[in-house]
């Protein structure tokens, strides 16, 4: 059986298409758009911020099991990191991560992904970076947020009336970035057009709602058992 959400048709967990719909299953696999997921990442960045929702995005597959994740051919996105420049990145922790797309070569991207960690606060006044966040945020689909990304998400305007929330240590601070910002204090992620999630690990959480909403329960909750991590109710 197929499932026809709004991205178009997914496999149920444990289905076997008979022979006659392999080739149908297959063309509709190459003509598929993937969806492009920009990471963004930048000097202090925290590392599972950025990592988590690579994870998720990246081991997403329509097509259940091990051998799936062994080709991207039923992948439904397209995951890069995305920075100012090519410099070598280097993360809180002292990782250092090469970009893959500067922020003037990056292709189009559908669904963007803005991190926090220490880093956040001296981009608080980069209006390189907040008017790239406000360019790329006016034509994505869709736009996330981890951790202390949202301080970036308010300081660009994008959070105005919108409930949000941060990481607990944060939480006044987006408030003073933006009194209209109705601020969530005991919610893991929070969808009100924009997403954002609190911190640090609770990005993994924000990955996996966005791969629910997208696909449907079946598939992200297949990619959570393929990484071994456990889902809760948000």
């Not at 048709?9 to 997921?37: A, D, Q, S, Y």
């Not at 925290?46 to 597959?61: C, H, K, N, Q």
């Not at 949202?150 to 994008?158: E, G, N, Q």
């Amino acid at each position: 059986m197929l499932v026809f959400p709004l991205e178009g048709p997914i496999l149920l967990t444990g289905f076997t298409p008979h022979p006659r719909n392999v080739n149908m299953i297959r063309n509709w696999m190459t003509e598929m758009k993937k969806w492009n997921v920009g990471i963004l990442i930048f000097n202090d960045v925290e590392v599972l911020d950025f990592a988590g929702p690579f994870e998720v995005f990246s081991r997403t597959r329509l097509v259940p099991g091990l051998e799936s994740r062994r080709s991207e051919e039923s992948a439904p996105f397209r995951v890069f990191t995305v920075a100012k420049t090519s410099t070598p990145v280097t993360t809180t922790g002292g990782l250092q991560i090469i970009p893959e797309f500067m922020f003037s070569d990056a292709p189009p991207i559908d669904l963007l992904v803005v991190p926090g960690g220490l880093g956040t606060r001296s981009l608080l006044s980069d209006q390189e970076t907040l008017g790239w966040i406000r360019q790329v945020a006016a034509k994505a689909k869709k736009v996330t947020s981890v951790c202390t990304g949202s301080l970036l998400l308010a300081k660009s305007d994008l959070l105005e009336n919108r409930r949000a929330t941060t990481h607990w240590g944060a939480l006044d601070l987006l408030q003073s970035l933006n009194k209209s910002v109705q601020v969530e204090r005991d919610r893991r992620v929070v969808d009100d057009g924009i997403i954002t999630s609190a911190g640090v690990a609770s990005g993994i959480d924000m990955a996996f709602y966005v791969v629910e909403t997208l696909y449907g329960r079946e598939v992200a909750d297949e990619t959570a058992r393929y990484i071994e991590f456990r889902r809760t109710e948000q």
